[in-house]
């Protein structure tokens, strides 16, 4: 990973969009956590319905990483940071 070699400035509106990208981020992860606890929950209390509930659970890992990379990508421009 490089970092900028010199200081760099943001404007209001770059901090804000960040700002408000990472809010979103936050609250999606959120969300896919909670469908995790759901689904477990769900299984726990109705055993039955594993199978149906696997899809929800296997589903929700891969989302959030995605969620992250998203991010991360935007962050990193917006801080001129680069990998090799």
């Known amino acids: 990973m490089r970092t900028p070699s010199q200081p760099i400035s943001l404007t209001v509106e770059q901090v804000q ?27 726990r209390h109705k055993p039955q319905m594993a199978e149906r509930m696997m899809v929800t ?15 991360s990508t935007d962050f990193d421009a917006a801080f001129g940071i680069t990998h090799p």
Do not use: C, G
Request: no cysteine; glycine share 0%; charged share 15%.
């Open 17 to 43: 969009d960040l700002s408000h990208r990472l809010a979103t981020l936050r609250h999606d992860i959120n969300n896919h956590l909670s469908l995790i606890m759901a689904a477990t929950e769900l299984i």
């Open 57 to 71: 659970l296997t589903e929700q890992p891969p989302k959030i990483t995605a969620a992250i990379a998203a991010f």
